[in-house]
Nanobody, 119 residues
Framework: QVQLVESGGGLVQAGGSLRLSCAASGNIFDINTMGWYRQAPGKQRDLVATIRPVGSTNYADSVKGRFTISRDNAKNMVYLQMNSLKPEDTAIYYC?????????????WGQGTQVTVSS
């Protein structure tokens, strides 16, 4: 059974920083793309950033220059460094990973971690 567990959310003032972590565990043969999504109250879940195994990244325009995604392939972990946080970054942040189990690839989501930015 594969699990993704996020950590690092919390309450921060505007202009502050947070670092989110996501650990994948279980019967994992390989991991392809990993990423972070977020969902604010009453809104859809949106892409924040993704990263491929070799390190190529993709960011939503709203976070470019402020957020940095990284991963540790040996530890099956992905991180999101968030700087210059704004109140509009307030949301539940979810980790996503495309994981190969013994016979198939599947997308797995974490349970989410709350990020609240006060003005």
């Amino acid at each position: 059974q594969v699990q993704l567990v996020e950590s690092g959310g919390g309450l921060v003032q505007a202009g502050g920083s947070l670092r989110l972590s996501c650990a994948a565990s279980g019967n994992i043969f390989d991991i392809n793309t990993m990423g972070w999504y977020r969902q604010a109250p009453g809104k859809q879940r949106d892409l924040v950033a993704t990263i491929r195994p070799v390190g190529s990244t993709n960011y939503a325009d709203s976070v470019k220059g402020r957020f940095t995604i990284s991963r540790d392939n040996a530890k099956n972990m992905v991180y999101l460094q968030m700087n210059s946080l704004k109140p509009e970054d307030t949301a539940i942040y979810y980790c996503l990973a495309n994981i190969r189990e013994p016979t198939m690839w599947r997308n797995y989501w974490g349970q989410g971690t709350q990020v609240t930015v006060s003005s």
